[in-house]
């Protein structure tokens, strides 16, 4: 099997590297960055000369893109998938993308012979690198049983959560669900270090109570640290908790610690901060303050 990779950058790149060392497939790959590229062509990879040459001649496309938008232009805008697909093509569009957006996608490329499936990533890109990343997918079951071993090359946690466009609506939940998190990991590393506690003993007593979570580590690591290099940069996780507030609006379903996060989110980056770690969102505080965590 011939698969094409379009995106090979902080995410696209690691997942593509494994599918490469993994998997046996030929592979050839697109991006308007050209380190990214070799470090993908050193492996073994072809490099392609646009995404609608790449599209032409693979059996299977992935795309890893930042915004909706952009997987919109590359899907179907001038030389991308749309123009070069063949018949019987499978596209996977491991981007957190819009279910709304997903599904106009597939329903414009169908006429084409191509199937598509979204298939949204998780695990940041340590995970990427490491190939535990967790990957949630929507569409056709068939299809998805057929390329599982694809998603096991690069993969750790693989789950089909039902038609297209689930695979969007999970990870958009699942991030929604992380941000929420990470904000009170902020509040309270900040009120703690405020109020006298050591926030290394309260980063002790927290992990291993029930206050635990993931985006509370991450958020006492790097707030000890005052390390604000990104793993996944908060204009993205701001995105994606725009596209939660939408889906929550289409649906009618009330929203009470989203929008306090998204607004938090707001002041973060009007603040500068958005090319920092999703975490610098703990930054409005310091900077508010005048303090920072770890001079507590």
Known sequence: MKVGFIGVGHMGGPMCRNIIKNSGHEVVVFDLDAHALEACTALGATAGASVKAVA??????MTSLPMPKDVERVALGPDGIAEGAKEGLVYFDLSTNSPIMVRSIAERLAPKG???????????????????????????????????PLFESFGANIIHVGDLGAGSIAKIVNNMIAFCNMAAGAEGMMLGTVA?????????VVRNSSGNSMGFRAVAKKSLEQDWEPSFALDLAYKDMHLALELADELGVPLSLSPSVHNLMRMARGMGFGQQDTVAITRVYQETLNRKINEG
Do not use: C, Y
């Not at 032409?56 to 496309?61: G, L, M, N, P």
């Not at 998780?122 to 929507?138: D, F, L, N, R």
């Open 196 to 204: 006298g506690i050591d926030p290394n003993v309260l980063n002790q």
């Open 114 to 148: 191509v199937t598509m499936l979204d298939a949204p990533v998780s695990g940041g890109t340590i995970g990427a690198e490491k190939g535990t990343i967790a990957i949630m997918v929507g569409g056709d079951k068939a299809v998805f049983d057929a390329h599982l």
């Open 56 to 61: 032409s001649e693979v059996d299977v496309i």
